[in-house]
């Protein structure tokens, strides 16, 4: 089933997204931070197995894209609960539109202070695959100094869409529960949490809210890693920022 875009980009807004992160995470060049959450509900007429997850229970997939301040930028409902991360991404309009380079955002640029030219990503976590336009950390052992800096770094800037989903589920606490009623019921549900969320971050600010955020409440993986080789473009644009990174190291609690 297709995807509902709740809360979209403004053209002119994707500037000051990417400032917000380099600024307050220390991550330049980033447009946000994308995951997925599996939210529950009833298995829906004549679906099969397509909602049923790796956990044993029938949900629909919420990939959100959050700014530095724990808002939703963008976010698509209506995953197959059977998806990983790496598939919701694929098969939404985000993507799309990023292949197609219909969204607007900026143009590459030179980091901050430097000569050295690179475009603007989305971050993730290593259950989405290694694009042009999406950064993942580096798996497995044995990693280099430089790419341990550089998932460190990622890690520490992906924070905040971890805590968006944790902010909205201690809040709305159908969230943790199955959500009996049908699909586009609980679709429109889930899309109404979201802009509500953003209304009140605008409102009240986002500190009071980290609060009620547990381990728990946060993103749950898919159980499932991308797979298939990177695009060697993915690759080399990495190294661009691994690079930038052991050059411009930080000092901050992890």
Known sequence: MGCTTAYSYANSEETRFSKDIRRIWNFPHCI??????????VCPKNSGSMFYNYKHYFSVV????????????VVEIG???????GGT????ELYRQ??????????PCNFPQTKTKAPFVLISDEAYPLLPFLLKPFGGRNLSIEEECFNKRLSRARKTIECTFGIITAKWRILSKCIETNITTADN?????????NTIIDKEGFE???SEVSVENCTETTGKKATGRPLNDAKNIRDIFVTYF???TLSYKT
């Open 89 to 92: 991404v694929q098969a939404s």
């Open 246 to 248: 052991a050059h411009n």
């Open 98 to 107: 990023l292949k197609n380079g219909t969204l607007a955002i900026p143009e």
């Open 79 to 85: 995953g197959y609960g059977k998806q990983s991360d």
């Open 189 to 197: 549900i889930i899309k109404c949490i979201c802009i509500l969320h």
């Open 32 to 41: 946000g931070a994308i995951d997925g959450k599996h939210v529950r509900i």
């Open 62 to 73: 919420v990939q959100g894209l959050a700014d530095a301040n724990y808002k939703f930028i």
């Open 208 to 210: 009071r809210h980290l």
